[in-house]
């Protein structure tokens, strides 16, 4: 089988500039791209440091509600050192929870999407 990689996962938001500055200032995604296509779309590409992985928002780039977006989740070298890093930018997240499978912090954005983090503790 050829080899496919997931690389973009659009995100359901209701104003592009404070979920930007969400992503941005808050949990410090990089900006990849940000243009304005037309007077009914404009494309932002954000990327969280280290991953291969970005996210789209924008307006006119999805049809899925505002908000419905729910469990993505990052990976995290030591979820609790992030966690704190977030809280100082200002983000809203979880205590971290502590799973057999891992640990884990929650956040969502303005508009209601859902974040994991997680750090995995045990690889069985």
Request: hydrophobic share 40%; with cysteine; proline share 6%.
């Amino acid at each position: 089988m050829m080899e496919m990689k997931l690389e973009l996962i659009p995100v359901p938001i209701s104003d592009v500039d404070r979920a930007k500055t969400f992503y941005v200032e808050q949990i410090g995604f990089n900006v990849d791209h940000d243009h304005q296509v037309n007077e009914q779309l404009r494309f932002v590409q954000l990327t969280p440091p280290g991953s291969a992985c970005s996210i789209a928002i924008g307006a006119g780039l999805t049809e899925m509600t505002p908000g419905s977006l729910r469990g993505l989740q990052m990976i995290a070298a030591d979820v609790r050192a992030l966690r704190e890093e977030l809280r100082r930018r200002g983000a809203p997240i979880s205590e971290v929870e502590s799973l057999p499978w891992g640990d884990f912090a929650y956040f969502s954005d303005p508009d209601g999407n859902t974040w994991n983090l997680q750090q995995i503790t045990n690889r069985g």
